[in-house]
């Protein structure tokens, strides 16, 4: 009848002003994937009405549709704000169930834990002591916690002798005649407590022997020898240059490159804190320019506190500290299914795994067809507010039209009954 199909209408009608008006509602919700309402029309089997004749009974909802294209990115100042450009969802661990999301307004909780803001840690994967990633999916969690020192034990110094110098005038070495040697640099290093020191080196052109030019190198701790003679007198290091300029010995060793300091400045070594240093002279040069340093690392470092966090394109998480480190501390896993539309939505922009979109393919961002992570940045909702308020008038109408249809087939059937 004329009234069921109105009716079926209206029903239709009332379903895409929900889900349009949710559309709208959500207009501004980071991460909000959109739907839409998807219509079959009805027709019931009769023997009177077939093929040419048949009728339609109506219309009803076949699927309210979720549209999973990308949205606007919108940056913030917030490096713990993430937003994936391409394919995947972040993952959470909301109460023991597993939800995937597009918004990443994340924080750190009172535990280090980063979290979303309806309370779900977010999973990833840790790092080890030598900033590898470990591929164990497991909530993300930023230590606080001071990083300990690290005392120097290797310092490589690549520098250049100025080949037209000769021996200084002023004899022996004394560290306070600047006479009496051609050049010095520095370089500070720590101890294992963090404790920082200066390390110097003053360095002697001593003459040619046979075809190579020697230079002798004096290392200084905070102004202290850091070797000395049974006369305590300080002691050298001697480095020889061949006719083309390269480093060709160190301590007459052809082919090394390399000197020990034992102890620092504690010849006993009975200091723990101050353990041997070897110094590193590969790429050193003697050319006809001035006496210059090319390169200086050492690998010490004092205590630091963690003073920010930089979050790359594929969700690896480095942490800087107050003592010029940085470290890899994690990395935010992506997840991406064969069947998006298949997925439950369970509220606080969150979506959980249904048999209709499969199992879930999780990995690092930018690997399989994984999107990249953009830091400070939020993904809006992929709602266009234009097509959604002319939606909503079609809809409005589609109501209207179906009231009519009501209202008319009313008219007719009471004309009938009017019949005498």
Do not use: C
Not at 315 to 338: D, K, M, P, W, Y
Request: charged content about 15%; hydrophobic content about 40%; glycine content about 10%.
């Amino acid at each position: 009848m004329a009234f069921n199909v109105a009716l079926s209408g209206i029903r239709a009608a009332s379903v895409d002003l929900e889900v349009t008006g949710n559309n709208i509602a959500n207009a501004s919700t980071v991460g909000f994937k959109g739907s839409r309402a998807e219509f079959g029309d009805i027709y019931s089997n009769s023997l009177f009405g077939s093929g040419s004749l048949a009728v339609g009974d109506g219309v009803r909802v076949e699927e309210v549709a979720q549209l999973f294209d990308q949205g606007n990115l919108a940056y913030t100042e917030n490096e713990l704000d993430l937003a994936v450009s391409g394919a995947g969802f972040f993952v959470l661990n909301v109460g023991g169930e597993i939800n995937y999301t597009r918004d990443g307004t994340f924080a750190l909780d009172e535990n280090g834990f980063v979290v979303a803001n309806n309370g779900g840690v977010v999973q990833g994967y840790g790092a080890d002591e030598n900033n590898n990633i470990i591929g164990v999916l497991s909530p993300l969690q930023i230590s606080t916690d001071n990083i300990p020192p690290i005392q120097t034990d290797n310092v490589d110094w690549v520098l250049n002798f100025d080949a037209s110098e000769t021996p200084p005038l002023a004899t022996p070495f004394d560290v306070t005649d600047a006479s009496s040697y051609n050049n010095a640099t520095s370089v500070t290093v720590y101890d294992a407590l963090g404790v920082s020191h200066t390390l110097t080196q003053y360095y002697v052109q001593v003459g040619v022997n046979g075809t190579r030019t020697e230079w002798d190198a004096y290392s200084f701790i905070d102004g202290q020898a850091a070797a000395v003679d049974a006369l305590g007198n300080p002691t050298a290091n001697r480095l020889a240059f061949d006719s083309t300029g390269q480093l060709a010995s160190v301590d007459g060793v052809d082919g090394n490159t390399e000197i020990t300091i034992a102890g620092w400045a504690d010849p006993d070594a009975t200091d723990p804190a101050r353990p041997d240093m070897t110094i590193d002279y590969l790429g050193t040069t003697q050319f006809g320019s001035d006496f210059g340093v090319t390169d200086v690392t050492q690998n010490g470092y004092t205590t630091g506190r963690l003073s920010g966090l930089e979050i790359d394109s594929t969700g690896i998480i480095f942490a800087r500290f107050t003592n010029g480190q940085s470290r890899v501390i994690g990395q935010f896993a992506l997840a991406e299914f064969a069947n998006n539309q298949g997925l439950q939505p369970v509220g606080s922009n969150s979506w959980a795994q249904t048999y209709q979109s499969g199992d879930p393919n999780i990995g690092s961002p930018g690997s399989a067809a994984l999107g990249l992570i953009n830091s400070g940045a939020l993904e809006e909702s992929n709602i266009d507010l234009t097509e959604q308020l002319v939606q909503l008038i079609i809809a409005q109408r589609n109501y209207q039209a179906n009231s009519k249809t009501i209202e008319t087939a009313d008219q007719v059937t009471q004309t009938i009954i009017n019949i005498r």
